[in-house]
T-cell receptor, first 115, second 111 residues
């Protein structure tokens, strides 16, 4: 177990709705990254947060946004949900900031289904 | 954009046979990481390779980083049923803060 927790485990939403996913990073880790993993694919980087600031972003539209709190926990918000947003959303914490990226400690993920 | 490709996509072996998965990047990498994801689970870090030509071993697993730092391989000797899962390689993006994952190689093992 990595010590990274995510909630909820599963979620079903309707197209057009908004969703918030939560993550608590491993103790001592100040960097949090979010990934989207579609079925049969590798994790795809959404963005990274360090000290409450976005520190890098992948090829995702602005309706994907995030927050990091002083205790290093994090939220991923997705607005105007689309069917293609159905995926496993993974949060990963890391000790190392910057280049090259350090070892990622993944949480169990939130399985989002959009109908 | 930068791409990380893995082959094969699927591999089925008999228990005791060897297994190899290959990873190729479209650009030179600073480092490469390998992860294993069990069915229904989340990716778990296996190893990080940083140096050109680096070879690291973990029990039955051997990891290599190519001389040009654009390719890598994972070799498992004498597979066991506990090796079942999807193996991902991940390299750093040109921007530096992101890991770019391959699509993975799914290994199944029959006893």
């Amino acid at each position: 177990e990595t010590g990274v927790t995510q909630s909820p485990t599963h979620l079903i939403k309707t197209r057009g709705q908004q969703v918030t996913l939560r993550c608590s990073s491993q103790s001592g880790h100040n960097t949090v990254s979010w990934y989207q993993q579609a079925l049969g694919q590798g994790p795809q980087f959404i963005f990274q947060y360090y000290r409450e600031e976005e520190n890098g972003r992948g090829n995702f539209p602005p309706r994907f946004s995030g927050l990091q709190f002083p205790n290093y926990s994090s939220e991923l918000n997705v607005n105007a949900l689309e069917l293609d947003d159905s995926a496993l959303y993974l949060c990963a914490s890391s000790l190392k900031l910057g280049h090259p990226p350090g070892e990622q400690y993944f949480g169990p993920g939130t399985r989002l289904t959009v109908t | 954009g930068q791409q990380v490709m893995q082959i094969p996509q699927y591999q089925h072996v008999q228990e005791g046979e060897d297994f190899t998965t290959y990873c190729n990047s479209s650009t030179t990498l600073s480092n490469i990481q390998w992860y294993k994801q069990r069915p229904g689970g989340h990716p778990v870090f296996l190893i990080q390779l940083v140096k050109s030509g680096e070879v690291k071993k973990q029990k039955r697993l051997t990891f290599q980083f190519g001389e040009a730092k654009k390719n890598s391989s994972l070799h498992i000797t004498a597979t066991q049923t506990t090796d079942v899962g999807t193996y991902f390689c991940a390299g750093d993006s040109q921007a530096g803060t992101a890991l770019i994952f391959g699509k993975g190689t799914t290994l199944s093992v029959s006893s």
